[in-house]
């Protein structure tokens, strides 16, 4: 069973995604939070495997809370709420080591698999969202594109493959599935690779992937 903590300062929107994650008999809900701070108290309570942030809530925000839960409940996966209207806290997130970023008003299937992929050490970034981010930290598109790749060709095919799995919201149990491996071995890839690339974590990889065109959506 994957706990989840929530935390958002309005109502209906807790009420929907709640609903929506209800969906998934494997998902479950442990605890609710108005704010940030609220959010940091109920998860040193609850010890959930994955909190769901609002960016904008009051006395604390998503970003601040990320920024203690980090310190504080370290093995909870942390996914930000956001809208089109907040590009510059997803700019700023990026850095802040949470494990992806889902869309308010996106496909309700994509919550369930971004957290599922999150609770299984993955990454949540849809290709909407991605693409977004992408558009919000600048530069030109194919500048950026060719940049990504190039930082990419160091890599062996095998750990192209996995960095393009993690990309597509995979969970690492779901690479080493398709890749017929252990789930250690892509655990090791994958820290080998955000250590040769100089990456805090695997939403920066997510995005690095995107920008490459590893992705059939990129």
């Known amino acids: 069973m994957i706990r989840v903590l929530l935390a958002d300062d309005e109502t209906m929107i807790r009420a929907g995604v709640r609903a929506i994650l209800a969906s998934d008999p494997g998902i479950e809900v ?23 942030l609002d960016i904008r809530m009051p006395r604390l925000d998503g970003l601040g809370a990320a920024e203690e839960l ?23 997130a990026l850095g802040s080591g949470v494990s ?17 992929a999150v609770a299984g050490g ?6 909407t969202v991605a693409r977004r981010v992408i558009d919000t930290l600048g530069g030109e598109r194919l500048t950026r594109a060719a940049e990504a790749r190039t930082r990419l060709e160091p890599l062996t095919g ?26 250690g071995t892509v655990k090791a890839h994958v820290s080998a690779v955000l250590g040769r690339l100089g ?8 995005v690095l992937a995107y920008e490459a ?5 990129a």
Do not use: C
């Open 70 to 92: 980090r310190v504080t409940v370290p093995d909870a996966a942390v996914v930000m709420l956001t809208t089109f209207s907040e590009d510059t806290y997803i700019a700023r």
């Open 100 to 116: 992806g970023f889902l869309l308010k008003s996106g496909d309700p299937r994509e919550l369930v698999a971004g957290v599922r």
């Open 199 to 206: 990456l805090r974590n695997r939403v920066q990889l997510a």
């Open 213 to 217: 065109g590893l992705l059939p959506d």
């Open 158 to 183: 095998r750990e192209r493959e996995v960095v393009a799995l993690l990309g597509a919201g995979l969970s690492n149990q779901e690479i080493a599935d398709r890749m017929y491996v252990v789930e």
């Open 122 to 127: 993955g990454a949540a970034l849809s290709p």
């Open 30 to 52: 442990v605890a609710e939070a108005g704010d940030g701070h609220e959010a940091v108290e109920l998860a040193r309570e609850h010890r959930p495997d994955v909190v769901l």
